[in-house]
């Protein structure tokens, strides 16, 4: 960082990722419903009409229910593709892997349209429950990246030590294999969490009459009227987010300290 | 050393591949109930190989491994009579010491108080008590391998397997914990076997040692006899110090095998100083500490050979002489201890070296 041309870069590029943030909960508090300056007056009054807003609150349940089952599920899957890989050999071990890792590079659209197609031709009637199964298909690799490591750093003496001490594959894998690849699986669930919270083309497609929170927001562009309250409910994801990150932050820096291990630096 | 113990793992012609590679080469060996018996040999020989076999960790393709008579072939790690102390140690990072030690009591049928007790107990023997609380990773180097000594002494299995236990210490600790080690031995009874790569720790700790190359035991001994009378060059090279001196065999009969060695003139061996042929051209081994210097006016009843000093190299407690042998160009190492009075000789001296046709040992 000794040239300031690059400094000013570092700088520049700050401002331009954070700067929007920042306006965020200061248009969400502003006493007018144009989103521009000067500001005013303060006010709380986006906040009230986002909490009375019942398409709203049915919304975020939707989006709830879908990111959490998806978060619970990809991780889930996660956890046996990522054990499978590091510590098996079986044969087109890689071909599998490759497939499981394929929707990282896929084009979103193209999923979420390939799984329009079959659910429309299977007849299965769309709703939270197909945006889960499309949001499992997506999150499901990440988990499996972030579960990979995870496993990789597992020294394989500690699972033989459990077996010698007379300990069966089922609780060696429950006393000694999941605490400590626990960081990994709170950090997958967290990031499968917020992909899934994230994502709207596979929500809009395949969410039927469900709505979901991403689309539903999008949705409530169209009307000025309603933009300032969808600024108050983004303060609150926000925080939201900040908080979920800094509990997450919090375990892995305790599964550190507790194992003795060295910070290699988290997601944070 | 008694030959009246119980046999108690028994290898039958036990090979093993990792793919193509033929890791172990049909070992047969027995180690003995009680018996602190340590498998040696060089980087990739196939010691961990060995050892796991006997953890059951790794399966065997042909022979049969017993452990107390009993064909493990079908016996899962888990069930095995035999615990197994890791070169990493593998203390559990997400428990205390006590959870570590206690760890193996899961399943046992005691209660709480009384398990409690076994974990005190096992934790007074390897010398750590009052460190039950402590976390894992709050401990040194040596007292991690104390939890793992305690760990898998607790369960009081037939055979205590350790994979290098003592190659992360330091090398005043490991001293110690050799000494440590086989008191604790003593103590318990138990079965250990070790895992070395250290000839002088194999040397120290062990009742009987099984020196391995690629896949196969060379020499099965105990200690003196493997550095007294190894049965190869190649294992006399390991263990050890020995001058090699070429030699030529002049007849053999009745036991004894009359020889020419370069330097040293016409020698009489016994037939215990000359291990089975293996075609290679002949030499005689000597060990430098079988070697005396004489210092001017000294004499000795030992056949006595006049050599010129080439090296002096200086050890502090020993010192370490280069000298060729009555005008050849053989040269051998000698060590004389270092004793007040007694002054280190100059590079290029004239000496007379003493020795000893007993110390000889025949490779041929
Ligand atoms: N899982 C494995 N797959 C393939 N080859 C292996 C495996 N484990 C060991 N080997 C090979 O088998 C040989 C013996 O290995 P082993 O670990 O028993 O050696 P060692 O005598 O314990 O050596 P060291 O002193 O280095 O630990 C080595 O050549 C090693 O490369
Ligand atoms: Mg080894």
């Not at chain 1, 309603?226 to 305790?254: D, H, N, W, Y």
């Amino acid at each position: 960082m000794k040239s300031p041309g690059l400094r000013a870069y570092a700088i520049g590029y700050l401002i331009f990722l954070y700067a929007p943030i920042l306006l965020l909960p200061i248009f969400a508090f502003n006493d007018s419903k144009i989103i521009a300056f000067p500001l005013s007056g303060f006010t709380t009054q986006w906040f009230g009409e986002m909490w009375q807003d019942a398409q709203l609150w049915s919304a975020l349940k939707n989006s709830m229910i879908i990111s959490g089952t998806t978060a619970i599920l990809a991780t889930g899957l996660g956890i046996f593709a990522a054990r499978a890989s590091t510590r098996y050999t079986f044969p087109a071990k890689g071909g599998l892997i490759g497939l499981i890792m394929l929707p990282l590079v896929l084009p979103e659209m193209i999923v979420a349209m390939l799984l329009l197609v079959v659910f429309l031709a299977i007849s299965v009637p769309l709703s939270i429950f197909t945006v889960i199964l499309g949001h499992v298909l997506i999150t499901t690799p990440f988990s499996v990246a972030i579960l990979s490591s995870a496993f990789q750093s597992l020294d394989k003496s500690f699972e033989e030590a459990a077996y010698d001490l007379g300990e069966g594959p089922v609780s060696t894998f429950r006393l000694i294999i999941l605490p400590l690849v626990m960081p990994g699986i709170i950090s997958s669930l967290l990031i499968c969490f917020t992909i899934s919270l994230d994502e709207f083309i596979i929500a809009y497609f395949l969410s039927g009459s469900d709505t979901v929170l991403s689309a539903y927001i999008y949705g409530q562009f169209r009307f000025p009227a309603k933009v300032p309250a969808m600024l108050a409910l983004g303060t609150i994801l926000v925080l939201v987010s900040v908080m979920l990150l800094s509990i997450a932050e919090f375990f892995r820096r305790r599964g550190i300290a507790k194992t003795g291990g060295k910070d290699t630096g988290g997601f944070l | 050393m008694t030959t009246t113990k119980p046999t108690m793992i028994e290898f039958r012609d036990v090979h093993k591949y990792y793919g193509d590679y033929h890791a172990l080469r049909g070992i047969s060996a027995t180690i003995r109930a009680g018996e602190f018996f340590s498998l040696l040999g060089p980087s990739g020989c196939g010691k961990t190989t060995l050892l796991r076999t006997i953890a059951g960790f790794e399966g065997i393709d042909t022979g049969v491994v017993l452990i107390d008579r009993k064909d493990m072939a079908r016996v899962p790690a888990n069930e095995r009579p035999t615990n197994m102390v890791f070169q990493s140690y593998a203390i559990f990072p997400h428990m205390s010491v006590e959870e570590n030690v206690g760890f193996g009591l899961r399943r046992d049928p005691r209660t709480k108080t009384e398990k409690q007790a076994a974990v005190e107990e096992a934790l007074a023997m390897v010398g750590l008590k009052g460190f039950g609380k402590r976390a894992a990773h709050a401990l040194s180097g040596g007292q991690r391998q104390r939890v793992a000594l305690a760990r898998a002494l607790i369960l009081k299995p037939k055979v205590l397997l350790l994979d290098e236990p003592l190659s992360a210490l330091d090398k005043k600790m490991r001293e110690h914990m050799q000494v440590e080690l086989i008191k604790l031995q003593r103590q318990v009874g138990i079965t250990f076997v070790l895992v070395t790569h250290d000839q002088e720790e194999a040397l120290v700790m062990s009742d009987r040692i099984a020196v391995m190359f690629d896949g196969e035991i060379a020499q099965l001994a105990d200690p003196e006899t493997l550095y007294r009378r190894p049965n190869s060059k190649k294992v006399a090279d390991f263990i050890g110090t020995m001058n090699f001196i070429p030699a030529t065999v002049l007849g053999e009969s009745g036991g004894r095998i009359e020889i020419e060695a370069k330097g040293l003139g016409r020698v009489e061996l016994m037939a215990e100083q000359c291990p089975a042929g293996r075609g290679d051209a002949p030499m005689v081994g000597l060990r430098p500490e079988t070697l005396t210097l004489l210092y001017p006016g000294q004499t000795s009843t030992e056949r006595t050979v006049a050599g010129v000093i080439d090296e002096v190299i200086y050890f502090g407690d020993m010192t370490y002489y280069d000298v060729y042998l009555g005008g050849t160009d053989v040269e051998v190492r000698l060590s004389m201890r270092n004793v007040p009075g007694r002054l280190i000789m100059d590079v290029g001296t004239s000496v007379d070296v003493a020795w000893s046709p007993e110390a000889l040992v025949l490779f041929r």
